[in-house]
């Protein structure tokens, strides 16, 4: 299969974030988790629970910006009760991930007197010690894949320990999918750790786009393994149902070649 973009692939490296969590509430926050997330509701889990990230319940996975056939109900401040008592996953967006697993969203520099105001924390500290969370990272960089992040919003396993039992009995920081890779944070000490490359891409750039080393998963051949491609029907729900209009494409360019 070579007839997929690097979006596509990062698509379906999301769904599989949510494959094995049967049923569970999915609250993918942006694009490509969106689509991710509805993927994997066609394919790997149909049991997965979505919504519209508004108000509704959706029976179906229909496509971005359409609602499809509803189910139900959730206001705004039921998803608080969830946040606190029920089975969520949520993937949320990270303008900074450190060494650690801790992701920030709130502000860049000091924090006394940040240079750059963000979202604020919203509700990263409450969904990384009460539900599994993931990242999404569109462009991975040295000033996202940081040393220490600036402010800590979602915490990260190290942090939550030291925190005590209330704050880590429920932490699982999941995967973080960027447009290079797929990391999970089981690394040495409860570390970022890479799990595979997706097509095209090489270690070496991997190691260039982040500001801090990290493990590495390898086969018992020394081998990193490779994100995994679209199938024929996954690409099919990518282009013609979930995203018919393009617009992952937008938000993952596809890479530029090298003059030859």
């Known amino acids: 299969m070579?007839?997929?973009?690097?979006?596509?692939?990062?698509?379906?490296?999301?769904?599989d974030a949510f494959a094995d969590d049967g049923e569970i509430f999915a609250s993918p926050m942006g694009l490509l988790p969106t689509i991710g997330a509805r993927l994997a509701k066609l394919t790997s889990n149909p049991d997965l629970v979505v919504s519209d990230g508004e108000s509704l319940w959706l029976a179906s996975a229909p496509a971005i910006g359409r609602t499809g056939v509803v189910e139900g109900w959730i206001p705004f401040r039921k998803v608080f009760d969830i946040v606190?008592?029920?089975k969520r996953h949520v993937m949320m967006g990270a303008t900074q991930v450190d060494r650690d697993g801790n992701q920030n969203i709130s502000a860049l520099g000091d924090f006394a007197q940040p240079t750059r105001q963000l979202l604020g924390?919203?509700?990263a500290p409450g969904n990384t010690v009460n539900n599994r969370t993931s990242y999404w990272v569109p462009r991975h960089s040295p000033r996202v894949f940081v040393e220490a992040v600036d402010v800590v919003c979602g915490v990260g396993p190290?942090?939550?320990?030291?925190?005590?039992?209330a704050a880590s009995k429920?932490?699982?920081?999941?995967?973080?999918?960027?447009?290079?890779?797929?990391?999970?944070?089981?690394?040495e000490g409860?570390?970022?750790?890479?799990?595979?490359l997706h097509p095209g891409v090489?270690?070496?750039?991997?190691?260039?786009?982040?500001?801090?080393?990290?493990?590495?998963?390898?086969?018992?051949?020394?081998?990193?393994?490779?994100?995994?491609?679209?199938?024929s029907?996954?690409?099919?729900?990518?282009?013609?149902v979930l995203d018919p209009k393009g617009l992952r494409l937008r938000e993952v360019p596809e890479p530029e070649k090298a003059a030859s």
């Open 170 to 187: 429920y932490n699982d920081i999941y995967r973080i999918v960027s447009n290079l890779a797929v990391f999970d944070v089981r690394g």
């Open 190 to 196: 409860d570390t970022v750790r890479l799990l595979s």
């Open 202 to 231: 090489t270690l070496e750039e991997v190691v260039a786009a982040t500001g801090f080393a990290f493990d590495v998963l390898r086969s018992a051949s020394g081998e990193v393994a490779t994100t995994r491609e679209p199938t």
């Open 233 to 240: 029907e996954e690409l099919h729900l990518i282009r013609d």
């Open 158 to 165: 190290k942090r939550a320990r030291t925190a005590g039992v």
């Open 121 to 123: 924390s919203r509700g």
């Open 2 to 15: 070579t007839d997929h973009t690097r979006a596509d692939v990062c698509a379906a490296a999301i769904a």
């Open 84 to 86: 606190n008592y029920g």
